[in-house]
């Protein structure tokens, strides 16, 4: 059974940052390719941000550039979004996904398995 945990969200003012992360369990971690999405209150979910199994390529939708990165520790079946520069349209519940494949970025990522969601209020 495949699960997605994730943590490290929270109440952080505007400007400040926070670290989310998302243990994996029950898929071979370093097989997948691995992103960040979320969902504000009334909207769609968005991709936010995609790595490839390897780590060596990423993908960023444009309101986060230059203020998210995505990285990941295969050896800890982990994937990390470091969130700097906080704004309050920040604020949503952001997913943990991994894609049932390798590659995959950005529109071609193709999730399979999602996570429970942790909230980020950001107060202005």
């Known amino acids: 059974q495949v699960q997605l945990v994730e943590s490290g969200g929270g109440l952080v003012q505007a400007g400040g940052s926070l670290r989310l992360s998302c243990a994996a369990s029950?898929?071979?971690?370093?097989?997948?390719?691995v992103g960040w999405f979320r969902q504000a209150s009334g909207k769609n979910r968005e991709s936010v941000a995609t790595?490839?199994?390897?780590?060596?390529?990423?993908y960023y939708t444009d309101s986060v550039k230059g203020r998210f990165t995505i990285s990941r520790d295969n050896a800890k079946n982990t994937v990390y979004l470091q969130m700097n520069s906080l704004k309050a349209e920040d604020t949503a519940v952001y997913y943990c996904a991994a894609a049932a494949d390798m590659g995959g970025l950005g529109p071609n990522f193709r999730p399979s398995y999602w996570g429970q969601g942790t909230q980020v209020t950001v107060s202005s």
């Open positions: 029950g898929l071979t971690f370093w097989r997948h390719a």
């Open positions: 790595i490839t199994w390897s780590g060596t390529s990423t």
